[in-house]
């Protein structure tokens, strides 16, 4: 029902920052949030941060709060993930994913992924 691209990952040194993109195209009215997450190597995916797609709640994981802003611009159908103080235990894909309906549903659609290396 949608389908989502990331963009923005790459490297970074310890204490830098980037800034993650994820464009969203296909059935986007039915979208209750976005959510970031991240993988890093021999580890299970864990969620990073949410945002109501036409709300203004948002959610942290405390590994990022204070660090890591998301946000949405819904003109264009695209989700955002400010990184800064970065460190090197964000090194991960990160993938932006769309849960539609309502807040119970699962983050069914995921994007490719983007990788994330933070140098110390």
């Known amino acids: 029902q949608v389908q989502l691209v990331e963009s923005g990952g790459g490297l970074a040194q310890a204490g830098g920052s980037l800034r993650l993109s994820c464009i969203v195209s296909?059935?986007?009215?039915?979208?209750?949030?976005m959510g970031w997450f991240r993988q890093a190597p021999g580890k299970e995916r864990e969620f990073v941060a949410d945002?109501?797609?036409?709300?203004?709640?948002?959610n942290y994981a405390g590994s990022v709060k204070g660090r890591f802003t998301i946000s949405r611009d819904n003109a264009k159908n695209t989700g955002y993930l400010q990184m800064n103080s970065l460190k090197p235990e964000d090194t991960a894909v990160y993938y932006c994913a769309a849960k539609m309906g309502d807040a119970g549903a699962p983050y069914d659609y995921w994007g490719q992924g983007t990788q994330v290396t933070v140098s110390s």
């Open positions: 296909g059935r986007t009215f039915s979208m209750y949030a």
């Open positions: 945002i109501m797609w036409y709300g203004k709640s948002t």
